[in-house]
């Protein structure tokens, strides 16, 4: 026996069936059996829909945009060329799960700045939303006894300067000693290219002794792994 009072409910009171959740994409132009296989799956299709909007939102705040955008492409292509043949839903939700979880947990970046000689400097970022990010500094010599030059982190967050485009940011100690300056190359796309860290006088007690600095050019250093390879 059909039950007529949903029916009748949305007759009286205005209500619309719940429509099915749809995936990032538009499901009439699927082709890859992977896309099918998305589309014939409600669970699937809000994964999807998730990793899409998860990813727009990480993007936003990364600096190096290019190795993330390229992570994020591997993937798919994993993705992809796991279903060629056979697709599993249940591998695609494996799949999809994985790659959700690393981009809800994305937060932390590596930048470098390394020479012919045994100095070697790093800056690790922490975002903490659009504006701000922790930060940490480390130079070392890396030779037989690798030696600690410069190292300044733990809780410093530094706060961007400019909203659109996000050019510069700074970090400020309580003393008002030492001022770390950021500033940010990027290309037509958003992605930064260079950091350019800069430190004030007072900035030298974090450098033992006191002959090096903080000041550097530092380029991307990301290794991202795709989680399903």
């Given at each position: 026996?059909?039950?007529?009072?949903?029916?009748?409910?949305?007759?009286?009171?205005?209500?619309s069936?719940?429509?099915?959740?749809?995936?990032?994409?538009?499901?009439?132009?699927?082709?890859?059996?992977?896309?099918?296989?998305?589309?014939?799956?409600?669970?699937?299709?809000?994964?999807?829909?998730?990793?899409?909007?998860?990813?727009?939102e990480?993007?936003?705040?990364?600096?190096?945009?290019?190795?993330?955008?390229?992570?994020?492409?591997?993937?798919?292509?994993?993705?992809?060329?796991?279903?060629?043949?056979?697709?599993a839903?249940?591998?695609?939700?494996?799949d999809y799960?994985?790659?959700?979880?690393?981009?809800?947990?994305?937060?932390?970046?590596?930048?470098?700045?390394?020479?012919?000689?045994?100095?070697?400097?790093?800056?690790?970022?922490?975002?903490?939303?659009?504006?701000?990010?922790?930060?940490?500094?480390?130079?070392?010599?890396?030779?037989?006894?690798?030696?600690?030059?410069?190292?300044?982190?733990?809780?410093?967050?530094?706060?961007?300067?400019?909203i659109?485009?996000?050019?510069?940011?700074?970090?400020?100690?309580?003393?008002?000693?030492?001022?770390?300056?950021?500033?940010?190359?990027?290309?037509?796309?958003?992605?930064?290219?260079?950091?350019?860290?800069?430190?004030?006088?007072?900035?030298?007690?974090?450098?033992?002794?006191?002959?090096?600095?903080?000041?550097?050019?530092?380029?991307?250093?990301?290794?991202?792994?795709?989680?399903?390879?």
């Open positions: 026996m059909i039950d007529l009072m949903p029916l009748l409910a949305a007759a009286l009171f205005g209500a069936p719940v429509s099915p959740p749809q995936p990032s994409f538009d499901c009439a132009k699927a082709t890859h059996l992977l896309e099918k296989t998305i589309c014939k799956s409600d669970a699937l299709s809000q994964l999807d829909r998730a990793v899409a909007e998860s990813y727009r990480k993007l936003g705040i990364v600096f190096d945009k290019a190795s993330f955008r390229t992570q994020q492409r591997n993937w798919q292509q994993v993705l992809r060329t796991h279903c060629a043949r056979v697709c839903a249940a591998d695609v939700e494996r799960t994985r790659q959700l979880d690393f981009l809800d947990k994305f937060r932390e970046e590596d930048w470098s700045a390394n020479y012919k000689t045994a100095d070697v400097a790093y800056l690790h970022i922490d975002h903490q939303g659009s504006l701000q990010f922790l930060f940490t500094i480390k130079r070392d010599l890396e030779d037989d006894k690798p030696e600690t030059l410069c190292a300044m982190g733990g809780d410093m967050i530094a706060t961007f300067l400019d659109a485009p996000t050019s510069k940011a700074r970090w400020v100690d309580d003393g008002g000693k030492c001022t770390v300056d950021f500033a940010f190359d990027r290309d037509k796309t958003g992605n930064v290219t260079r950091i350019a860290v800069s430190g004030s006088d007072g900035c030298r007690r974090y450098c033992p002794n006191k002959q090096y600095m903080i000041d550097d050019n530092y380029l991307p250093d990301n290794a991202w792994a795709v989680g399903n390879q």
